[in-house]
T-cell receptor, first 111, second 114 residues
Framework: GENVEQHPSTLSVQEGDSAVIKCTYS??????FPWYKQELGKRPQLIID?????GEKKDQRIAVTLNKTAKHFSLHITETQPEDSAVYFC??????????FGTGTRLLVSP | SAVISQKPSRDICQRGTSLTIQCQVD?????MFWYRQQPGQSLTLIAT?????????ESGFVIDKFPISRPNLTFSTLTVSNMSPEDSSIYLC???????????FGPGTRLTVL
């Protein structure tokens, strides 16, 4: 089955810096890659997603890139703010709506 | 946007007992899912709740331990049976509103088993 690896496990940046979180997946049949943000005690919230027919997608300060050949995808957050501090999860799906999640990255943005 | 609710939001239970968690959506959805998130860990899919038929369980999860009901397109329940402290987790339902693989999560149920 699908396996998703996520790095780094923790990431500390200064406010205004950029943050990059990387994920790799094992099954080349995966075609949908969402990213979720989970604040402490809250539900995971979808922040951006990308499908395999697209190489990059942006939404304001957040972007996701996908390299199908290398089977990896990345989340880029620019101009980080303290409210970006949370745990971020990547996931992959081969369809049939079955999401396999990465292990999570704890992002800390210091003022 | 559509609202997903779960009951209870949290509970503390004794080992050997069972707890039923409810997930309610304010619009009809085809796909509903149940996940477990152990403390400090990622999310693991327990099963897909199928309306009108038996749930589809992932490897490592069985119906006797996690029976699921899906009586209609807006509601599902997950029961955690014969609980042990290892079952202490957050249990979340999710829905795919438009059958597009995009899943949205309920607020979760934090379960502590003593």
């Amino acid at each position: 089955g699908e396996n998703v690896e996520q790095h780094p496990s923790t990431l500390s940046v200064q406010e205004g810096d950029s943050a990059v979180i990387k994920c790799t997946y094992s099954d080349s049949a995966s075609n949908y890659f969402p990213w979720y943000k989970q604040e402490l005690g809250k539900r995971p919230q979808l922040i951006i997603d990308i499908r395999s027919n697209v190489g990059e997608k942006k939404d304001q300060r957040i972007a996701v890139t996908l390299n199908k050949t290398a089977k990896h995808f990345s989340l880029h957050i620019t101009e980080t703010q303290p409210e970006d501090s949370a745990v971020y999860f990547c996931a992959a799906s081969m369809g049939f709506q079955k999401l396999v999640f990465g292990t999570g990255t704890r992002l800390l943005v210091s003022p | 946007s559509a609202v997903i609710s779960q009951k209870p939001s949290r509970d503390i239970c004794q080992r050997g007992t069972s707890l039923t968690i409810q997930c309610q959506v304010d619009s009809q959805v085809t796909m509903m899912f149940w996940y477990r998130q152990q403390p400090g860990q990622s999310l693991t899919l327990i099963a897909t709740a199928n309306q009108g038929s038996e749930a589809t369980y992932e490897s490592g999860f069985v119906i006797d331990k996690f029976p699921i009901s899906r009586p209609n397109l807006t509601f599902s329940t997950l029961t955690v049976s014969n609980m042990s402290p290892e079952d202490s987790s957050i249990y979340l339902c999710s829905v795919d509103f438009r059958d597009t693989d995009t899943q949205y999560f309920g607020p979760g149920t934090r379960l502590t088993v003593l």
